[in-house]
């Protein structure tokens, strides 16, 4: 089942500032994202919230999973360091 890929467009404008082979690295983890998504239950973050998180080096790319309508949104992607402050 392949999922469709959507952004805030927040997501946008900070992953500009990224170096670019990160850059590269983190378009390639959305893609294989979208193909084959990982175990919901491994990726989910604690909490009462309805994001999910992969690795890509040190940036992390938070999301939401709408499975009804087959659709990822991606909410933020960050350095480890401070991805995890303010989440919508």
Do not use: C, Q, W
């Not at 992953?15 to 983190?26: G, Y």
């Not at 790319?61 to 960050?78: F, R, T």
Request: charged share 35%; net charge positive.
């Amino acid at each position: 089942m392949v999922y469709s890929v959507e952004f805030r467009p927040s997501v946008l404008k900070n992953i500009k500032r990224f170096p670019r082979r990160d850059i590269i690295r983190i378009k390639k983890r959305i893609e294989d994202l979208s193909k084959n998504l990982p175990d919901p239950a491994t990726t989910k973050m604690k909490g009462k919230n309805p994001f999910h998180k992969i690795r890509t080096g040190d940036y992390r790319i938070i999301y939401e999973i709408h499975g009804g309508s087959l659709v990822i949104l991606v909410v933020k992607i960050g350095h480890r360091k401070d991805v995890y402050k303010n989440l919508p």
